[in-house]
């Protein structure tokens, strides 16, 4: 089979500026995979914040998003072409990847995870979205019968909401001003919606909880006004779990609850997780993103209902304009490669 000379690649060239470049493909060496993409889902959070330059100077968003910048990583596709000594995979198999929105990608096999039979491109490409929460539940070390609250009702809190249910939640309170996104976490498994902001909802989790309060607050929102609101939600010794990252972290607070109450505050990042797989840390990035899949296949977990908008490439500077000034109605939002 004839390799591409070449391929696109969606680039940010400047603030709100998208445009749908080209390069080289690049065969595949020894013990490499080139892989024609399928679908890749953008992450709106971080996507927008870093196309709208949505973050304060000195940051670490300020230091990453360096023109041109290459965006995206929850990716697709088709295994087109082998380096020499692969034998894992093969000509077309599905497998998805963190690469990002590129037409082409070429690169060690390992880096690729194999796509299940009855999981679809799309869905697959929710595996570095799924892949960051459930590190931050792991983070929090839940037990059974908690209280959980999940601020932030997008991708990534939508996600949340169904590991939260696996990991054995007895109250699972959703918290977010868009009715259609809470009515989307109802249908994933949250026993409440709130659709307030997260200062107006303290007497309705007392309430809920039966005075109680939470166990366990997720942030997911990426908005810094929200840290300081959802300490108020916590029962003592409870977790605020840090999972939407701001780009204006200075307006982060702790508030007297912290101490009063002694609080545990845990951030989670998808970079940190362990690099091998031993007794005491099994839980690898690719491990994982195969549990993930474990649980589409078998139904424990959905995101075909949450897969919303669909762009072809070519519309990308339209799809992210979309997304940072108008993102009512949006989910999962991907980008289908067959016509790039």
Request: aromatic residues 8%; proline residues 5%; neutral net charge.
């Amino acid at each position: 089979m004839a390799v591409a000379s070449e391929c696109a690649v969606i680039t940010f060239t400047g603030k709100e500026q998208a445009e749908l470049r080209r390069e080289p493909v690049r065969a595949p060496g020894e013990g490499e995979v080139l892989v024609r993409t399928t679908a890749t889902l953008i992450s709106t959070g971080t996507e927008t914040i870093c196309y709208g330059r949505r973050f304060d100077p000195g940051t670490h968003w300020d230091r990453w998003v360096q023109y041109p910048f290459r965006t995206g990583y929850s990716h697709a596709g088709v295994v087109e072409a082998l380096g020499s000594g692969v034998t894992a995979l093969k000509p077309g198999d599905r497998v998805a990847s963190t690469f990002g929105h590129v037409q082409y990608a070429t690169a060690p096999a390992a880096r690729f995870q194999p796509i299940p039979e009855g999981v679809s491109d799309r869905d697959a490409a929710w595996l570095t979205l799924a892949k960051i929460v459930q590190n931050g539940v792991r983070r929090a070390a839940h037990t059974l019968g908690e209280d959980i609250v999940v601020v932030g009702l997008g991708p990534l809190g939508q996600l949340t909401v169904q590991f939260a249910r696996l990991a054995g939640a007895r109250t699972l309170i959703a918290i977010d001003p868009d009715a259609a996104r809470l009515e989307m976490a109802k249908a994933h498994g949250a026993t409440h919606a709130l659709a307030v902001g997260v200062d107006a909802a303290v007497e309705a989790v007392q309430e809920i909880t039966k005075g109680r309060m939470a166990g366990a607050v997720y942030d997911m929102t990426g908005n810094d006004k929200v840290f300081a609101g959802a300490q108020a939600l916590l029962r003592r010794f409870g977790k605020l779990v840090l999972i939407g990252d701001t780009g204006s972290p200075a307006g982060q607070y702790l508030t007297p609850a912290v101490l009063r109450k002694s609080l545990q505050i845990l951030a989670s990042h998808s970079i940190n997780t362990p690099p091998e797989e031993t007794d005491f840390t099994p839980w690898t990035a690719d491990a994982m993103v195969r549990l993930f899949f474990e649980y589409l296949v078998d139904g424990r977990m959905r995101v075909s209902d949450l897969n919303t908008h669909v762009f072809k490439p070519a519309e990308c500077q339209a799809a992210y304009q979309k997304l940072l000034h108008d993102r009512a109605g949006t989910m999962g939002c991907h980008f289908e490669w067959s016509k790039a």
